[in-house]
């Protein structure tokens, strides 16, 4: 059952907000063949990798983690110029459309608070990855480079992947997944009013929770 006060804005919201040419199934797919093209790609042309390069997949992957947790628990849930929007979108929209008591989608119309806008994938690839890579084939070489944006644009996709699982029906099939389950277990505690400006800040997994200490175990 979804609490009369969230039905109330999401009607609301859908209203004002949500296109009815919106496809949040189209969107969906945009977002996982975009990311998936520049993956495959930048993975497809990396040449005899030596072992140091190779360590740049886990030290992005980690370095992502960080700036995942830094920036939900900063720009996401603080206003903070100039990203405004950011938090606009995040934590009046986002937490009002979906809370702990109602974490579900009820159609693929609602998938827009969900995904991050298509056009975040150009501005992701083109003013960060993109940038940062050609810099690193300039102080490295172009092995470090392309495992870099592949890692980079891959843990991307993982955010929107998982994040789209999270609000999915608990009982479906993508819900019942045990990793699903677990991490989801985690988010939802996030998207309790009384918590979310204090705990669970990592959408994907939680390990710069666990570094900082700011995984929820209970206390207030």
Sequence with gaps: MIPEKVAAFRAQFRDKYISPRYSGVAHLLFTSVASLSVVVYCAA??????????????????????????????????????????????????????????????????????????????????????????????????????????TAVGYFLTYEWLHFAYHQPADGFIGRRWLVRTLRAHHTLHHDVARMQKWNFN??????????????RGED
């Excluded at 190779?54 to 100039?82: D, I, K, Q, S, Y």
């Design 45 to 150: 042309t990396v040449r005899a990798p030596r072992a140091w390069e190779l360590v740049t997949v886990p030290a992005a992957f980690l370095f992502a983690n960080f700036v995942e947790w830094r920036a939900h628990r900063g720009v996401m849930h603080h206003r903070t110029p100039p990203f405004q929007l950011v938090f606009e979108r995040h934590t009046p929209s986002h937490h009002g459309f979906y809370t702990h008591e109602a974490m579900a989608a009820e159609s693929p119309r609602d998938y827009y608070m969900v995904l991050f806008p298509p056009v975040l994938i150009v501005f992701f690839f083109g003013l960060f990855a993109l940038p940062v890579g050609l810099v690193l084939a300039w102080l490295t070489t172009a092995n470090v480079a392309r495992l870099f944006v592949a």
């Design 203 to 216: 959408i994907t997994f939680p390990i710069c929770d666990a570094l900082f200490g700011t995984t929820f």
